[in-house]
């Protein structure tokens, strides 16, 4: 007979709080029932279940050991790598904040977030640390470990490993309840300075656990980390492939080569990724010599593929490909457009809501729109966020009318499938006409010679926004304004299309690829100040 009283010894049984959510306790799980299995892939090094779980306990006591308490925010700045991973979830196991910083910032946006969120330690990459962000961290904290990738200059800061060995790998016994803030993931920043989310341990958890249904994760699948864990799509998925004891992949390029050969080299099975990434894939020359038969399921998000593109993807690369959407504050997935749509239907579809999720499209004073009316896409469901960092004002204004507001605009087919139209701030007013934004730039897209396409409005006198088309070209291809402009014509309505082009050697871009179409806003703001425009 078992002693199931004494079967588990208390210093390794972890803590107390029978019923508790924790996103910390997602690696403990995973290692008690898979101990042995791999966990996660960073290039030679190969993590199981119970070396991860043990470094992320070292790394929760080396936090506790400085003397943080539940609430202090510990800042991570660093791309893709086991140690991250380590620090992600020791941190939260610790029942600290995580704060994951994009590192692609500019020096002065780190340090208006480190101003704002006051972290009181960072954990940051040799190389970041090296650069103009070193000079912020030791101003606005003082306190750091390095992940380093080779000996590292200098003694202010220990190693990140080095800050870890000492300490205990046996789990703390620290009291969390599923409503404590777990991570402040600041916003993008594409419309001014970003805005701090935070997600309480319960909220991500069950993105997390409704992700595992919507994808279908296994703990056979093997899936991989190219986006960045600082971004909530990635970390989602990332985070719900542990919790159901898969293996994750960190890669280090986002090359469509080292994609082919990584997937056929690990078995991947349930990937993510960007289109032109999956693009990318086709007709390359690693294609022919490995074999990516393993793949159930590509994950993409976003953008949308164009229907030559996916009739080709989904014939030479993946059966089944799924778009999920979301945002940061609003926890990933909350709609997804099945693979079994992707065939059937065509457009800039998101598909349905998420098993937790709630969706809805609204006016501006709050009414609900029935199938076929565009308005605002808001959602509501436990994985919305607990709000804006120290902005109570933008808070209420998101859950207005008691439900989150995305800022996205769209509407519902007869089948109650979603259909995204545009962003709320890029829809162009332009002589008392709605021009969405999508619509000029896919016909901007369908040129030869344009790899890269935005449409935005400009103040204008007469207009009071003139449709603007900003467009960098392929590679040695040539084209003119009044070529790309006619194009246009013989495509789109008068009313949308561009009253000028202005062609650029570059996309100013986030870390998940979307355009900072502000930029080109304030660069271009004055054009039709000083150029003629036609009346029609």
């Not at 958890?205 to 093997?222: G, P, Q």
């Not at 992707?342 to 501006?364: C, N, P, Q």
């Not at 120290?390 to 007869?414: C, I, N, Q, S």
């Not at 590679?475 to 008068?494: M, Q």
């Amino acid at each position: 007979m078992i002693d199931r009283e004494n079967a588990i010894s208390p210093e390794v049984s972890g803590p107390g709080q029978i019923g508790r959510i924790a996103l910390g306790d997602i690696v403990r799980r995973s290692a008690r029932t898979r101990p042995n299995k791999t966990a996660i892939v960073d290039g030679a090094r190969r993590a199981t279940y119970a070396e991860l779980d043990a470094d992320v306990s070292r790394c929760a006591n080396a936090l506790l050991a400085r003397g943080f308490t539940s609430g202090t925010r510990v800042a991570t700045l660093a791309t893709n790598s086991y140690a991250l991973v380590v620090a992600m979830f020791g941190i939260q196991r610790a029942g600290l904040v995580w704060l994951p910083i994009n590192h692609n910032l500019r020096a002065d946006d780190v340090d208006y977030i480190f101003g704002h969120a006051e972290p009181a330690f960072a954990i940051v990459d040799e190389a970041l640390y090296a650069g103009p962000l070193g000079a912020v961290i030791d101003a606005r904290i003082g306190a750091a470990a390095i992940v380093a990738s080779g000996s590292l200059p200098g003694a202010r800061y220990p190693t990140f490993d080095a800050f870890i060995s000492g300490a205990s790998p046996i789990d703390p016994d620290v009291p969390i309840d599923d409503r404590d803030v777990a991570q402040i993931m600041y916003t993008s920043g594409t419309t001014g300075r970003p805005k701090g989310v935070m997600h309480t341990h319960l909220s991500v958890y069950l993105a997390l656990l409704a992700n595992a249904i919507e994808f279908e994760v296994r703990a056979t699948d093997v899936g991989n980390a190219m986006l960045p864990l600082f971004h909530c799509a990635q970390h989602t998925l990332s985070a719900g492939m542990l919790l159901v004891g898969g293996t994750v992949v960190i890669m280090r390029t986002v090359d469509p080569g080292d994609f082919i050969r990584a997937i056929a080299a690990e078995k991947m099975t349930m990937v993510l990724s960007l289109p032109p990434i999956y693009g990318g894939m086709l007709d390359h020359p690693a294609l022919a010599e490995n074999d990516i038969s393993s793949l159930r399921l590509c994950v993409y998000g976003m953008m949308q593929v164009p229907e030559p593109m996916l009739r080709r993807l989904i014939a030479e690369i993946c059966p089944n490909f799924q778009l999920g959407t979301g945002q940061t504050e609003m926890y990933p997935s909350t709609m997804s457009f099945k693979p079994e749509d992707h065939l059937r239907k065509f457009g800039s579809y998101w598909g349905e809501s998420g098993v937790i999720t709630e969706t809805a499209v609204m006016d501006d004073a709050g009414n609900l729109l029935p199938p076929g009316e565009i308005g605002e896409i808001v959602h509501r469901g436990p994985n919305v966020m607990a709000g804006y960092f120290r902005d109570p004002e933008a808070t209420e204004k998101a859950r207005a009318f008691g439900w989150h507001h995305t800022g996205d605009l769209g509407w519902f087919d007869a089948e109650g499938t979603l259909i995204f139209t545009d962003r709320k701030k890029d829809m162009i007013k332009s002589g008392g006409e709605n021009v969405a934004s999508i619509v000029v730039e896919r016909s901007l897209l369908a040129h030869p010679a344009v790899a890269a396409a935005a449409a935005i409005g400009l103040p204008h006198p007469r207009w009071f926004e003139a449709v603007t088309a900003v467009v960098q070209l392929r590679p040695g291809a040539a084209a003119t304004e009044d070529e790309i402009i006619e194009h246009c014509r013989a495509r789109l309505s008068p009313h949308e299309v561009p009253k000028a082009v202005r062609f650029v050697e570059a996309f100013p871009l986030t870390a998940t690829g979307k355009t900072q179409k502000n930029l080109f806003r304030e660069r271009f703001a004055d054009l039709y100040d000083e150029k003629p425009v036609p009346v029609s």
